[in-house]
């Protein structure tokens, strides 16, 4: 092989691990990028009872992505900002719900706490604890 063709394919490799290294950075590098999370979670209830599949929606004042979980069949849930990390971000928010089971027959959740509705105010701090319940009244 000659020199500079051994010079040419070196300076190739090179700038083939140069583009994968910054690729494989971009694609999977840390989330430090999004904005400050506050971890949120809680329970959803309806007079009382466990409410299961339901969507609860932390829809901040601020210029920032809403914060969404699904309920268990406690209940309880957690929250996750757009980027699927854990949390919403800090200052008030209107939290809403919305049913998620496909093989309903009615939707049970309340217009008054729906999507698009007012919600209930809540104010999520950075330092927490952020343990929210949330007991929907159906009158």
């Known amino acids: 092989m000659k020199p500079f063709q051994s010079h040419l394919n070196r300076s190739f490799l090179v700038l083939l691990i140069a583009l994968i290294t910054s690729t494989t950075i971009g694609c999977f590098g840390s989330s430090s990028d999004g904005p400050d999370l506050a971890e949120v979670s809680g329970v959803v209830t309806m007079d009382g009872a466990p409410l299961q599949n339901i969507q609860v ?61 007012q919600g209930i105010p809540v104010d999520v701090t950075l330092t927490g604890p952020n343990e929210f319940t949330f007991d929907l009244a159906q009158r």
């Open 57 to 117: 929606l932390f829809q901040p004042e601020a210029d920032a992505g809403a914060s969404r979980g699904l309920s268990d069949a406690d209940g309880k849930f957690r929250v996750y900002y757009p980027t699927n990390s854990a949390g919403a971000v800090p200052g008030k928010h209107r939290v809403q719900f919305q049913l998620m089971d496909a093989n309903a027959t009615k939707d049970i959740v309340p217009k008054r706490y729906a999507v698009g509705s």
